[in-house]
């Protein structure tokens, strides 16, 4: 499915990234005890308890994110692989925040998302350092909208979701998640490592919908000065 969807101005500002405000769309990967001592700081609760593992020198977290493969019910009935991928983003273009918008970077101009029906997707940025605090990047999340509505399969976008990420958290979106296509902010390029599903069949592995503003701005996220926003969000710790 391709496709476009006429949508009203809107500003989305930005949130933390974890895996309480992020679990409805999926999964947040980082190791769950903070540079804190482990005295102060208890694990995330979300992920099974830690194991010892090669010789006492690791802690070993389990199922902390699921592969999974719904291909069986494409129509197509075509098999999928476990595919990985490496994408090499670069920072995107930020227009001027308005004027009056407190420790503002930019705005992203948001155009175009994308889902994969039958297949987790998870992205590991590689390369980030976790307390770097010039280039992060943003994930972009919708809920679906469903039945009987005209625009029934499409991206909700009353309900987008943008979240800033940092060098220490992989994310996994659920299948059938919407999402924007990666976003890097900042000075420099990520890579980013990718795993999910394939079976070479356009509309089974991506589906997209364009967004049709008309005379309207369109949607756009409000990206925060990544030190500010980081220095904010560890002072709520």
């Avoid at 990967?29 to 995330?44: F, G, T």
């Avoid at 699921?66 to 994408?87: C, D, Q």
């Avoid at 155009?111 to 976790?130: A, K």
């Amino acid at each position: 499915m391709a496709g476009k969807k006429r949508v009203d101005a809107a500003h989305i500002r930005v949130e933390p990234l974890s895996q309480l405000s992020f679990g409805v769309f999926g999964w947040v990967i980082e190791n769950p005890v903070s540079s804190l001592p482990s005295s102060e700081h208890a694990p995330d609760a979300s992920y099974s308890a830690a194991v010892s593992a090669n010789q006492g020198t690791a802690r070993k977290y389990s199922e902390i994110s699921p592969m999974i493969n719904l291909y069986g019910a494409s129509s197509t009935h075509k098999e999928a692989k476990a595919v990985t991928t490496l994408f090499v983003c670069s920072p995107r273009h930020l227009y001027p925040p308005a004027r009056n918008a407190k420790e503002a970077r930019g705005l992203f101009a948001l155009t175009i998302m994308e889902r994969h029906p039958y297949t987790t997707q998870t992205f590991t940025p590689m390369g980030l350092d976790p307390v770097d605090t010039t280039t992060a990047y943003l994930v972009i999340v919708a809920p679906t909208v469903s039945s009987p509505k005209s625009d029934a399969g499409t991206p909700d976008t009353s309900k987008i979701k943008a979240f800033l990420a940092r060098g220490s958290q992989a994310v996994t979106y659920g299948a059938g998640t919407w999402h924007a296509p990666m976003i890097v902010v900042g000075n420099r390029d990520i890579s980013f490592v990718v795993t999910q599903y394939m079976n070479g069949v356009a509309d089974d592995d991506c589906q997209e919908i364009e967004f049709d503003a008309g005379s309207h701005s369109g949607l756009s996220i409000v990206v925060p000065e990544i030190r500010h926003f980081i220095s904010g969000a560890e002072s709520k710790l």
